[in-house]
Protein backbone atom coordinates (compact mmCIF):
# COMPACT_ATOMS: atom_id res chain seq x y z
CA UNK A 1 0.00 0.00 0.00
CA UNK A 2 2.80 2.66 -0.91
CA UNK A 3 4.28 2.36 2.95
CA UNK A 4 7.69 1.71 1.79
CA UNK A 5 7.54 4.66 -0.83
CA UNK A 6 6.23 7.28 1.81
CA UNK A 7 9.15 6.21 3.98
CA UNK A 8 11.63 6.20 1.26
CA UNK A 9 9.54 10.51 0.78
CA UNK A 10 10.47 10.80 4.33
CA UNK A 11 13.77 9.66 4.29
CA UNK A 12 14.66 11.63 1.63
CA UNK A 13 13.68 14.78 3.90
CA UNK A 14 16.10 13.70 6.74
CA UNK A 15 13.60 11.86 9.03
CA UNK A 16 14.91 8.42 9.88
CA UNK A 17 13.63 4.96 9.49
CA UNK A 18 13.23 2.67 12.28
CA UNK A 19 11.64 -0.27 10.34
CA UNK A 20 9.72 -1.48 7.51
CA UNK A 21 7.42 -4.30 6.60
CA UNK A 22 7.22 -5.17 10.71
CA UNK A 23 7.48 -2.85 13.68
CA UNK A 24 7.91 -4.76 16.91
CA UNK A 25 6.76 -2.94 19.84
CA UNK A 26 7.46 -3.22 23.78
CA UNK A 27 5.32 -2.59 26.66
CA UNK A 28 8.02 -0.39 29.09
CA UNK A 29 6.27 0.46 32.53
CA UNK A 30 3.93 3.47 30.74
CA UNK A 31 5.50 3.56 27.60
CA UNK A 32 4.96 1.85 24.55
CA UNK A 33 8.21 1.59 22.36
CA UNK A 34 9.37 0.70 18.65
CA UNK A 35 12.48 -2.05 18.83
CA UNK A 36 14.37 -0.65 15.62
CA UNK A 37 15.00 -2.82 12.99
CA UNK A 38 17.86 -3.10 10.40
CA UNK A 39 16.75 -0.18 8.55
CA UNK A 40 16.55 -0.96 4.76
CA UNK A 41 14.07 -0.34 2.70
CA UNK A 42 12.70 -2.38 -0.86
CA UNK A 43 11.21 -0.60 -3.29
CA UNK A 44 9.58 -1.49 -6.81
CA UNK A 45 11.73 0.58 -9.30
CA UNK A 46 8.81 2.36 -10.43
CA UNK A 47 8.37 3.80 -6.66
CA UNK A 48 12.20 4.73 -7.45
CA UNK A 49 11.68 6.40 -10.76
CA UNK A 50 9.15 8.60 -9.51
CA UNK A 51 11.18 10.06 -6.43
CA UNK A 52 13.53 10.71 -9.23
CA UNK A 53 16.11 7.73 -8.22
CA UNK A 54 18.71 5.85 -10.79
CA UNK A 55 18.54 2.24 -9.71
CA UNK A 56 21.40 1.82 -11.63
CA UNK A 57 23.76 0.39 -9.59
CA UNK A 58 21.51 -0.58 -6.81
CA UNK A 59 21.46 -4.24 -5.29
CA UNK A 60 18.18 -6.18 -6.72
CA UNK A 61 16.11 -7.99 -3.67
CA UNK A 62 16.63 -11.15 -6.40
CA UNK A 63 17.94 -11.39 -9.45
CA UNK A 64 14.52 -11.91 -10.95
CA UNK A 65 12.83 -8.88 -9.58
CA UNK A 66 12.01 -5.34 -10.78
CA UNK A 67 12.28 -3.97 -6.41
CA UNK A 68 15.51 -2.54 -5.34
CA UNK A 69 17.25 -2.22 -1.62
CA UNK A 70 18.17 0.83 0.17
CA UNK A 71 20.02 1.20 3.10
CA UNK A 72 19.30 5.24 4.79
CA UNK A 73 22.84 6.55 5.59
CA UNK A 74 23.69 7.59 8.86
CA UNK A 75 23.65 4.44 10.97
CA UNK A 76 21.65 2.13 12.83
CA UNK A 77 20.47 2.77 16.51
CA UNK A 78 18.92 -0.06 18.05
CA UNK A 79 18.09 1.36 21.26
CA UNK A 80 14.06 1.24 21.02
CA UNK A 81 12.20 5.00 20.80
CA UNK A 82 8.73 5.87 22.76
CA UNK A 83 5.69 5.42 20.02
CA UNK A 84 4.19 8.86 19.19
CA UNK A 85 1.83 7.77 17.30
CA UNK A 86 0.46 5.03 15.29
CA UNK A 87 -0.43 5.72 10.95
CA UNK A 88 -2.85 3.06 9.26
CA UNK A 89 -2.06 3.86 5.87
CA UNK A 90 -4.29 2.59 3.01
CA UNK A 91 -4.32 2.80 -0.59
CA UNK A 92 -7.36 4.28 -1.60
CA UNK A 93 -8.90 6.86 -4.24
CA UNK A 94 -7.93 10.07 -2.75
CA UNK A 95 -6.19 11.73 0.63
CA UNK A 96 -7.81 11.84 4.06
CA UNK A 97 -6.51 11.79 7.49
CA UNK A 98 -8.50 10.82 10.18
CA UNK A 99 -7.52 10.56 13.73
CA UNK A 100 -9.59 7.34 16.03
CA UNK A 101 -10.56 7.85 19.21
CA UNK A 102 -8.79 5.08 21.23
CA UNK A 103 -11.91 2.87 21.17
CA UNK A 104 -12.29 3.46 17.49
CA UNK A 105 -8.62 2.93 17.51
CA UNK A 106 -8.07 -0.98 18.74
CA UNK A 107 -10.99 -2.13 15.52
CA UNK A 108 -8.81 -0.35 13.19
CA UNK A 109 -5.43 -1.63 14.65
CA UNK A 110 -6.22 -5.16 15.41
CA UNK A 111 -6.25 -6.47 12.05
CA UNK A 112 -2.50 -4.99 11.43
CA UNK A 113 -1.28 -6.65 14.74
CA UNK A 114 0.70 -9.48 13.01
CA UNK A 115 -0.60 -12.86 13.24
CA UNK A 116 -3.63 -12.22 15.40
CA UNK A 117 -5.16 -15.81 14.23
CA UNK A 118 -2.23 -17.47 15.89
CA UNK A 119 -2.81 -15.52 19.09
CA UNK A 120 -6.46 -17.32 20.03
CA UNK A 121 -5.33 -21.09 20.00
CA UNK A 122 -2.68 -20.22 21.73
CA UNK A 123 -4.72 -18.58 24.45
CA UNK A 124 -3.06 -15.18 24.23
CA UNK A 125 -6.36 -13.37 22.35
CA UNK A 126 -7.16 -11.38 25.66
CA UNK A 127 -3.99 -10.53 25.79
CA UNK A 128 -3.09 -9.46 22.84
CA UNK A 129 -6.58 -7.23 22.76
CA UNK A 130 -5.20 -5.96 25.84
CA UNK A 131 -2.26 -4.52 24.54
CA UNK A 132 -3.87 -3.20 21.48
CA UNK A 133 -5.87 -1.60 23.71
CA UNK A 134 -2.62 -0.22 25.51
CA UNK A 135 -1.16 1.05 22.23
CA UNK A 136 -4.35 2.80 21.73
CA UNK A 137 -4.74 4.77 24.97
CA UNK A 138 -1.38 6.09 24.82
CA UNK A 139 -0.40 7.03 21.35
CA UNK A 140 -2.40 9.12 18.71
CA UNK A 141 -4.10 6.63 16.24
CA UNK A 142 -4.60 8.33 12.89
CA UNK A 143 -5.69 6.21 9.30
CA UNK A 144 -4.03 7.94 6.43
CA UNK A 145 -5.78 7.19 2.94
CA UNK A 146 -3.90 8.13 0.40
CA UNK A 147 -3.80 7.66 -3.58
CA UNK A 148 -2.61 5.33 -5.05
CA UNK A 149 -0.86 7.83 -7.50
CA UNK A 150 2.77 8.86 -6.93
CA UNK A 151 1.62 12.65 -7.81
CA UNK A 152 0.54 13.12 -4.20
CA UNK A 153 3.01 11.04 -1.95
CA UNK A 154 4.44 15.00 -0.84
CA UNK A 155 1.46 15.98 0.37
CA UNK A 156 0.80 12.62 2.46
CA UNK A 157 4.13 13.14 3.29
CA UNK A 158 3.87 16.59 4.36
CA UNK A 159 0.83 15.57 6.38
CA UNK A 160 3.12 12.82 8.27
CA UNK A 161 5.74 15.78 9.18
CA UNK A 162 2.89 17.61 10.33
CA UNK A 163 2.00 14.55 13.00
CA UNK A 164 5.24 14.76 13.92
CA UNK A 165 5.39 18.25 15.75
Given at each position: DGK???AYELL???HHLLSDDLTVL???GEDIRVVPAYPRLRLWRESLVAA???TDGLLRVRPDMDK???EPRGGFDPAPTKLAAVVVITAERDF????YGPAEAVTLLL???CRPKVAAPLGRRAELLRLTG????RSPVYQLKRPKRFDRLADVATAIEGLMG
Open positions: STLRRGQSEGTDFVIDLKRPHIRIAG
